[in-house]
């Protein structure tokens, strides 16, 4: 398996959403293209409340964690991101455009993240939702 090509966290990151944004896109193709940004013992942290909730660990649990994304998602856009922190862990402040595969819905909420990047690749995810009611109500699961 090859790596991202760099070490630098933001560069890394920014890889990660390129190739996140490609896959979205796509409708749910290989996961192939995002695991180079992946360590293999990756972990990231989702609010139980939200329709992709949970823990997910390892390049398994990440490709099962963007197949929920896609089913979830028929449109999910980044608009607008502020880097809060730029050497691992980044925080990132997101504001997130998406629309619900299932109701249609379309709304706009912040995210904000803390990413750890170590050898150029992501080793853990941990987002914070304001309010993951609004979104599970937006998808038709809350």
Known sequence: MTTSSTT????????MYAAEAGYLAAGQSSFAPLAPFFAEDVVLHQADALPYGGTWRGHEGMARFFEAMGRTWAGFDLVEQDYLATTSPLVVRTRVRARS???GHELEFLI??????EDGRITEVRPFYWDTAAIARACGTG
């Open 112 to 117: 904000l993240q803390t990413i750890t990047v």
């Open 8 to 15: 630098d966290p933001v560069s890394v990151l920014e890889g």
């Open 101 to 103: 595969r299932d109701t």
